[in-house]
């Protein structure tokens, strides 16, 4: 205690979300009865504090202030319910006591980085430069105490040593000689946190002097010795000189008990927010008991047996390794290491199943309607109330209908959020179940979602509207067909119309300018499940139905030219965009001219000489597949392309094209593989051993009992009886080198073996 201005001023150090200190504080408060309450925080954002004592106002929250001019530069200030700013500002609005923020405001700590005059002496360490990176000491003083004393958090620490004192009174005196003490060993501070330390000392000497009676002042326990400390005003003044500026917007965001364990704002983050809670809704007398059974509902929900009489010998347990600890109660690590011995039986994996859920835990906090809300988090809230969706803080699988109104809206709802940074859902599986009338997502909310969202207001104040406006930012940026393609899909379930209609315009106006094969044919898969998806979407494809025809046809002009004299890398890259476009005719369910237009390109493929052989080769097998050529003509073709006059290198080029992971079709037709068997008999020694990767590829599709069933019909095998087993065995008597081969490719050994 200090006194200031005449006037009585306590300075309470406490553990940023620390139950601990949260119920001490308030018994401080009850006893002190200030008039003024002072907490660490932005001073800018004061006028909010009232608001976070609203009824409707559910923990985890976070205060939210980001730059007016970019709203991708904020920073957060998380409260839960056992946060002890969080409460002792609940106090002050019960007990119709001033509060306010003393910290530095988020205008200075958002604002651009200020020049240094690198004249003076002593450029004040630069302290409006950027954060200086904080110690473990400065991170979490109360943590270094507790690991001192063999602790492995600082909560059960605070419980044993401050807590359980026969003494109460003087503990926030204690804590502040402990925090001189640790501040007296380490480096001093300097850059902002200094900066930060003198601007509250001002602002704590501004408020005495405005004080009608005592002024109680909440702070992380690291800066009590130096709030506490005579320094006059004016070394303080003149560190907060130059400060900057920047226009700023503050509001309320839901937050997480996720996000509680990582370090925001103040740098302060607690390891187990699961943990902490518990602390402090539990009565003291029963946190174990409580505990072990939270432990043993959670183990049992993952379908574990847990008995009565384990969850009495896990108390009992951890009662006595508090014992033998010297503790007056069992604390975290002994509720552990018992639920560990006794309700999981010695496995910490059981225990790992149901510990991020316990010390985490999903809740996620809810801001009342009044807030001040960015407008796309307004219309976020309006539009998750509309659709019947709640946010969570863990993975939660929702199955959606497109032929449903609800589920139209949330899949609608969802693909917007995706379009706009913010992909609180996750489709599952994603491109399986395109054009289909399913949707699976994964949901997971995540608090910074609100920034991004925030970020999104250039493009309009709802997310409907800023979803078509990124769209249309991303249309006029994109570079090439595939890019508008894959947008224009995108925002087709979004159900954008007006940006389907610009992607639409400009599709038509690129692939207008272009002849370029390379460009052409990657978009034709997107534009594909476009059309597919627009009937899920009761969309008007014609105008999309018209454009592809009219891409595929220009593809199947340009392809001829472009498949002649590629090295392999192009050659590959190619044929993958060849069996992209042929899967999307199959898809847009194309006919006529242009389908007609497609295979004649590929069939002028296996026609010309200077084709790149594996091109020629995957162009046949496109063309056999869609059974566009012959069985016959198939195995001709392959026969000619595989024949002793044709060089090896090509020969396995087109062979690749044709079999690479369609090796099956070796099981069923006949004459191809009579073709192979006799090019596989032809081939020298060196050749076979170096291509024997890319004939492996060929089968690699093939499962054990298909690779047995080609070798069965390579070698004539009759049956799974023994006449069967001496054919096999008399075929790898007649044609040795061949079996052995066969064999090596595939990787199996025939049944009489």
């Known amino acids: 205690m200090t006194r200031a201005m005449g006037v009585e001023v306590s300075i309470f150090g406490i553990r940023h979300h620390g139950p601990g200190s949260a119920r001490r504080l308030l018994e401080a408060l009850e006893a002190l009865r200030p008039s003024l309450v002072l907490v660490e925080g932005p001073s800018d954002a004061s006028d909010l504090l009232p608001m976070l004592a609203d009824a409707a106002m559910i923990p985890p929250v976070a205060l939210l202030t980001y730059a007016a001019d970019d709203p991708g530069r904020a920073i957060f200030w998380p409260f839960a319910t056992f946060s002890p700013e969080y409460q002792a500002i609940c106090w002050a609005v019960r007990h119709r006591v001033g509060v306010r923020f003393i910290d530095i405001p988020a205008s200075w700590r958002l604002a651009l980085p200020a020049q240094v005059d690198e004249t003076e002496p002593e450029p004040k360490e630069a302290a409006f430069t950027g954060e200086t990176e904080q110690s473990p000491l400065e991170r979490d003083p109360i943590g270094v105490l507790a690991a001192a004393g063999g602790y492995e958090d600082g909560e059960s620490w605070w419980r044993d040593v401050i807590e359980e004192n026969p003494a109460p009174a003087p503990i926030f005196a204690a804590i502040s000689e402990a925090m001189t003490a640790l501040r007296e060993a380490s480096s001093p501070v300097r850059g902002q946190e200094a900066i930060r330390e003198a601007y509250m000392r001002l602002e704590i000497a501004k408020a005495a002097k405005e004080a009608e009676g005592s002024v109680a002042v909440v702070c992380g326990a690291w800066h009590a010795p130096a709030l506490q400390a005579k320094i006059a005003a004016t070394a303080d003044r003149a560190l907060l000189k130059s400060a900057p500026k920047q226009k700023i917007v503050a509001t309320w965001a839901p937050w997480t008990s996720p996000r509680l364990a990582m370090a925001s704002g103040y740098g302060a983050g607690v390891a187990a927010p699961g943990w902490c809670a518990h602390l402090w809704d539990a009565p003291r007398q029963e946190i174990a008991s409580r505990w072990l059974a939270r432990i043993a509902a959670a183990l049992r929900a993952e379908g574990h047996f847990v008995s009565t009489a384990s969850l009495i010998e896990a108390e009992r347990l951890a009662q006595s390794l508090a014992a033998l600890r010297g503790r007056p109660a069992p604390g975290f690590e002994e509720l552990r290491e018992a639920a560990i011995a006794c309700l999981c039986f010695g496995e910490t994996l059981v225990w790992a199943i149901v510990s991020q859920r316990l010390l985490v835990g999903a809740e996620v906090g809810a801001i009342p309607d009044n807030a001040p809300l960015a407008p796309l988090l307004e219309d976020l809230q309006r539009e998750q109330k509309r659709v019947r969706l709640k946010p969570e803080a863990l993975d939660r699988e929702l199955a959606v209908d497109l032929r449903s109104e609800s589920g ?98 400009k599709i038509e106006r690129r692939a207008a300018q272009t002849s370029d094969c390379g460009e052409l044919l990657p978009a034709l898969l997107p534009l ?33 030219y472009a498949a002649r004299g590629l090295d392999q890398p192009a050659a590959a890259a190619m044929r993958r965009m060849m069996a ?89 037709d006949k004459p191809l593989r009579e073709a192979v068997d006799i090019w596989m008999q032809s081939l020298d020694e060196a050749f076979f051993v170096e291509h024997l990767p890319l004939f492996r590829r060929a089968f690699s599709n093939l499962d054990r009992m298909q690779r047995r069933r080609l070798l069965d019909a390579v070698l004539g095998r009759a049956g799974a009886g023994l006449a069967g087993r001496l054919l096999c065995a008399d075929a790898a008597a007649i044609w040795p080198r061949h079996f052995e081969r066969l064999t090596e490719i595939l990787g199996a050994r025939p049944a009489h073996e």
């Open 408 to 505: 139209a809206d949330r899949s609608t709802l969802l693909h917007r959020l995706v379009l706009l940074g913010a992909p609180w859902g996750k489709l599952a599986e994603a491109g399986r179940s395109r054009g289909t009338f399913r949707e699976r997502w994964i949901l997971r909310w995540e608090p910074e979602f609100a920034v991004r969202l925030v970020e999104n207001l250039i493009h309009g104040s709802t997310i409907a509207q800023a979803a078509t406006g990124r769209m249309a930012a991303a249309f006029d940026q994109a570079a090439d067909l595939k890019a508008l393609a894959d947008l224009a899909f995108a925002a087709l379930t979004a159900r954008l119309t007006q940006a389907v209609e610009r992607g639409i315009e």
């Open 528 to 560: 594909a499940n476009t059309l597919r998806y627009g009937e899920a979407r009761q969309s008007d494809a014609d105008q999309l139905a018209a454009l592809f025809a009219r891409i595929l046809t220009q593809a199947a002009l340009a392809l001829p």
């Open 580 to 668: 992209s476009a042929n899967e999307a005719a199959t898809l847009a369910e194309i006919g006529g001219d242009e389908l007609a237009a497609w295979r004649n390109a590929l069939r002028a493929l296996t026609e010309d000489a200077r084709v790149t052989p594996v091109i020629a080769g995957a162009a046949a097998r496109l063309l056999y597949e869609a059974e566009a050529l012959a069985a016959e003509d198939a195995a001709t073709l392959l026969g000619l392309a595989l024949s002793p006059s044709r060089a090896a290198a090509d020969a396995a080029g087109y062979f690749e094209g044709f079999f690479e992971g369609a090796g099956e079709r070796l099981i069923h």
